[in-house]
């Protein structure tokens, strides 16, 4: 397991020109990376080129790299961004047939689900950033308490302890916003 400062370390050797120090990250980060981006994508080779991807990537822009934060919150942000390009380009677009009437809520229903659905994602960016990952990883991407922890590389009762204490700052940040009482 390599620590954060390990991480600034090889990425500073990278940048200097040693491509072992960027190998060591790619060992180090490869398999949970491919989990997660297996998780997101339900599909082994598109997760696949996805890890490949998202190492290219994060390579080409190591020198954007802030090492005052943790290389894997780094390279988790471009796995998640470009997981989602991935799933929004796969999406299958049909034109729109105005005689088909959308089923469910009504407008002024689904208006304020999505304003709601927007108020809360403000909130999560507001969150630090050990506790925005422990919520977008358990209540976007669903992962168990097991899986959080090989993924932050911190022991499951952290992962409990940040998941329990972020649930209760995004509250309060509602609660201040009038989201919630």
């Known amino acids: 397991m390599l620590s954060a400062r390990d991480d600034a370390a090889r990425v500073r050797r990278s940048l200097e020109g040693d491509p072992r120090a960027f190998e060591e990250l790619v060992e180090a980060y490869q398999k949970v990376l491919f989990n997660l981006a297996l998780r997101m994508v339900r599909n082994r080779e598109d997760a696949h080129d996805l890890t490949q991807s998202v190492f290219i990537k994060a390579y080409r822009s190591l020198h954007r ?35 088909i009437v959308q089923p469910g809520a009504c407008p002024a229903e689904r208006w304020e689900r999505d304003e709601m659905n927007g108020r809360v994602r403000e909130a999560v960016t507001r969150l630090s950033e050990d506790h925005r990952d422990v919520i977008v990883l358990r209540h976007f991407l669903q992962l168990s308490h097991r899986e959080m922890s090989e993924l932050l590389r911190v022991p499951e009762k952290t992962v409990k302890s940040r998941l329990h204490t972020a649930r209760q700052r995004l509250g309060e940040i509602l609660a201040r916003t009038g989201v919630v009482r």
């Open 65 to 99: 790299y802030d090492d005052r934060h943790k290389f894997f919150s780094w390279i988790y942000r471009i796995m998640i961004h470009e997981s989602i390009n991935l799933l929004h380009r796969r999406r299958p677009h049909e034109p729109l047939d105005e005689r």
